[in-house]
């Protein structure tokens, strides 16, 4: 295979595979021989904000002159995008190396173990990426985890440096449970005897989940929280805050986030007293600046295009830090903003439509449809829809068609109109494909 075939021959995965029991995981990690764990591995869990906070503490462990591998998912464009090493994606022939050698891995295990056995697209992905870092041997592996954390194939790793849990919020209840404790309880699976936890504290019963399993664990457990913040400027384009922090010494900076989005005030925190922990003191002021200058995740709060901004929301909890982010200046505008959005079957498309069209003020409205087989209904997400917003809704199946259609909506480059893609990774991977693909030149240098 070259690699855009071994690329569509992981998608069909799950046309072919079963779930596998985490302890059948675990017992193929140990015979690939546990690749990776040379290296100081961070663990992250979390429902928002994971990739963010990876994002902020590959950076500042990059900046202060350490290699770094960073696994994440789901990828926007290019499975290459889930493991990179100092910011480089694996090539392509790279990857198709390691795909070459996994799969012969899997068959020799499929003959002297475990017959049925074959890797989840999830699985897949992770122990080709294990590999990868394994051969590279980066100083630090920041693993987020794909679902959950207990029984996430990213929870094999044994060896860890670091934990950290970023916000809990309702998502993916058919595996996490259906309270805040019981999706917590899953997170907190990530968590070893004397590997030191940091994780943002915002509901006591979540906090009292997760205090819990660290003492049950052996681990000592870093509360991070809005306790910390000082002050906070929200402007069109870029968050200006303050913070003081407490543990283990009194620390105190000023940022100045170039990105629209509060949340990553949140995770930023997480990173720094992250690097803190690992590093053993505090960054200085010209580091933090450097930081938040380089680091780049894409689809959370990005202008795509002038005037165009992609998000990856894609539960209630997401949706709501979105209008608090955007609400703020957009409500107070003259010309009102356009939305596109989809979102797949097993979301909570309700609440989601609710807090989004409750809480701002569009002119239009385009739905569109995203990820195959998980699709929602589009006529079903257009009747909700209805109950919120009673202006201009168009229902377009093909996500190239909806996107130029919003487009077209906004109006002509200059337009004081905002154009917010929102609802679904799927869907923000697939417009920023669609950009690419034409070429638009439309992105600010």
């Not at 909506?409 to 109109?417: D, I, T």
């Given at each position: 295979?070259?690699?855009k ?10 046309k ?32 928002n ?6 994002a902020?503490l ?10 770094v591998?960073l ?13 990179r ?13 390691d795909f ?63 934990t ?39 509901v ?99 202008e ?56 701002m ?12 087989y998980?699709?929602?209904d ?6 909700i829809a209805?109950?919120?917003?009673r ?55």
């Amino acid at each position: 295979m070259d690699y855009k075939q071994a690329e569509e021959w992981i998608l069909e995965i799950p046309k072919f595979t079963k779930k596998n029991g985490f302890s059948v995981s675990c017992d193929f990690y140990e015979y690939l021989g546990r690749p990776g764990e040379k290296s100081r591995i961070v663990h992250v869990a979390g429902t928002n904000g994971k990739g963010s906070t990876c994002a902020y503490l590959e950076s500042f462990l990059l900046n202060a002159g350490h290699s770094v591998g960073l696994f994440t998912s789901p990828h926007l464009i290019t499975m290459r995008e889930r493991m990179r090493v100092d910011r480089e994606d694996v090539s392509e022939e790279e990857f198709l190396s390691d795909f070459n050698l996994l799969s012969e891995f899997v068959n020799k295990y499929r003959e002297d173990v475990l017959s049925d056995y074959y890797p989840t697209f999830f699985e897949w992905l992770f122990f080709q990426a294990m590999l990868y870092f394994d051969r590279h041997a980066p100083e630090y592996i920041i693993l987020e985890t794909g679902l959950g954390g207990a029984l996430d194939t990213t929870n094999v790793v044994e060896q860890k440096e670091l934990t950290l849990i970023t916000g809990i919020a309702y998502d993916h209840m058919e595996y996490l449970g259906n309270t805040l404790p019981e999706i917590a309880g899953q997170k907190a699976g990530i968590l070893r005897k004397n590997v030191p936890l940091i994780y943002w504290s915002e509901v006591p019963e979540v906090d009292e989940v997760i205090e819990n399993t660290a003492k049950k664990v052996g681990c000592y457990a870093i509360p991070i929280s809005d306790e910390y913040l000082r002050s906070q400027s929200l402007c069109e384009k870029h968050i200006d805050f303050s913070v003081s922090f407490s543990y283990p010494n009194r620390y105190d900076c000023r940022v100045m986030l170039p990105v629209r989005a509060a949340y990553q005030i949140q995770n930023l925190m997480m990173a720094l007293e992250g690097y803190e922990i690992l590093a053993g003191h505090w960054p200085s002021q010209e580091d933090i600046d450097r930081v938040v200058e380089e680091t780049h995740w894409p689809c959370r709060m990005e202008e795509i295009l002038p005037g165009v901004w992609a998000d990856g929301a894609h539960n209630p909890d997401g949706i709501r830090a979105f209008v608090e982010s955007v609400a703020p200046v957009e409500n107070g505008r003259k010309d009102k903003s356009i939305l596109l959005f989809a979102v797949v079957k097993d979301k909570d498309y309700e609440e989601m439509l609710s807090e989004l069209l409750g809480g701002m003020d569009f002119e239009a409205v385009v739905l569109t449809t995203v990820g195959g087989y998980r699709a929602a209904d589009l006529a079903g997400i257009g009747k909700i829809a209805g109950r919120y917003f009673r202006g201009d809704i168009r229902m377009i199946p093909d996500v190239t068609e909806a996107f130029l259609t919003a487009l077209s909506l906004r109006g002509p480059e200059g337009s004081s109109r905002s154009l917010y893609v929102v609802g679904s990774l799927y869907l923000v991977g697939e417009v920023r494909r669609i950009v690419h693909s034409r070429a638009m030149d439309w992105k600010k240098e």
